[in-house]
C-alpha cells in the first residue's frame, strides 16, 4: 500500500488506554465528563483518530492529518489484528466458527460476519494491568484469542465471542497492517513523519 503522497502530513501511533473515547470531545451531555484523547497529548489541529476504538477496548489507535490515509485504513483492504481475553476455556468448535462466521445485530439488523483469521494463544500477553480489574481465578478460567479482521462494525469483536457463548472480558488491538503495538504503553504517543500500513 502506498503512503500518503503528502509530506506536509502528521500521523501518530497511540496506545489508547482503557476508560478514554476515541475522539477530541463531545457535545453530548452524557458524555461531557467523559476521557478525551486530548487529555494524553497536545495533539495538533487537524488531527483525526483513524477509526475507533470504544471505550472499555484498548491498544493501538493510528491518528492522522492526512484523510486519504484515513480512508485507505478503515477500507477493508487492510487487516486489523486483536488479542482477547474471553471469559472461560474457549473451544475449538467456537475458534472454527468465529472463523467461518457468526450472525451478529447490527443497527437492529442480522449481519453474518465475514471469514477472519483466529486462533487461541498459547501465553498470557504481557499487557500492563489494567485500571479497572477484570476478575480473578476465582469466577473460572478465561482465555485469550487473537482475531484479525479487515471488517470493523460497531463492537464486532466483542459481538463475535458472545455469539459463540464466550463474551470478551479484555480487548486489545495490537496490529493495523503492518503496523505493530509492539511495548508500547497505555497512554504512550509516537509521532511519524511517514506512515506505511501496507
Known amino acids: 500500500m502506498e503512503e500518503s503522497k503528502s509530506s506536509q502530513h502528521v500521523h501518530y501511533l497511540l496506545h489508547k488506554p482503557l476508560g478514554y473515547l476515541s475522539q477530541f470531545m463531545s457535545n453530548a451531555k452524557h458524555e461531557r465528563n467523559?476521557?478525551?484523547?486530548?487529555a494524553l497529548y497536545e495533539f495538533p489541529d487537524g488531527v483525526m483518530p483513524i477509526g475507533r476504538l470504544d471505550k472499555n477496548s484498548e491498544g493501538l489507535l493510528l491518528l492522522t492529518t492526512d484523510g486519504f490515509l484515513s480512508n485507505t485504513?478503515?477500507?477493508?483492504?487492510?487487516e486489523k489484528e486483536y488479542y482477547v481475553q474471553v471469559d472461560g476455556a474457549i473451544t475449538d468448535t467456537?475458534?472454527?466458527?468465529?472463523?467461518?462466521?457468526?450472525?451478529?445485530g447490527f443497527k437492529g439488523i442480522k449481519y453474518d460476519t465475514q471469514p477472519c483469521k483466529?486462533?487461541?494463544?498459547?501465553?498470557?500477553?504481557?499487557?500492563?494491568?489494567?485500571?479497572?480489574?477484570?476478575?480473578?481465578?476465582?469466577?473460572?478460567?478465561?482465555s485469550w484469542i487473537s482475531i484479525t479482521l479487515n471488517e470493523g462494525?460497531?463492537?464486532?469483536?466483542?459481538?463475535?465471542?458472545?455469539?459463540?457463548?464466550?463474551?470478551?472480558?479484555?480487548?486489545?488491538?495490537?496490529?493495523?497492517?503492518?503496523?505493530?503495538?509492539?511495548?508500547?504503553a497505555p497512554g504512550d504517543v509516537i509521532k511519524m513523519d511517514e506512515l506505511k500500513v501496507d
Open 118 to 142: 483466529v486462533f487461541k494463544l498459547k501465553h498470557t500477553p504481557n499487557f500492563a494491568e489494567r485500571s479497572k480489574k477484570i476478575r480473578d481465578a476465582r469466577h473460572g478460567p478465561t
Open 34 to 38: 467523559k476521557k478525551f484523547l486530548g
Open 153 to 184: 462494525k460497531f463492537k464486532q469483536v466483542r459481538k463475535m465471542t458472545s455469539a459463540v457463548g464466550f463474551p470478551t472480558l479484555r480487548l486489545v488491538r495490537v496490529r493495523i497492517g503492518s503496523i505493530h503495538l509492539n511495548r508500547m
Open 73 to 78: 485504513i478503515c477500507s477493508n483492504h487492510v
Open 94 to 104: 467456537a475458534v472454527e466458527e468465529l472463523q467461518r462466521s457468526v450472525t451478529i
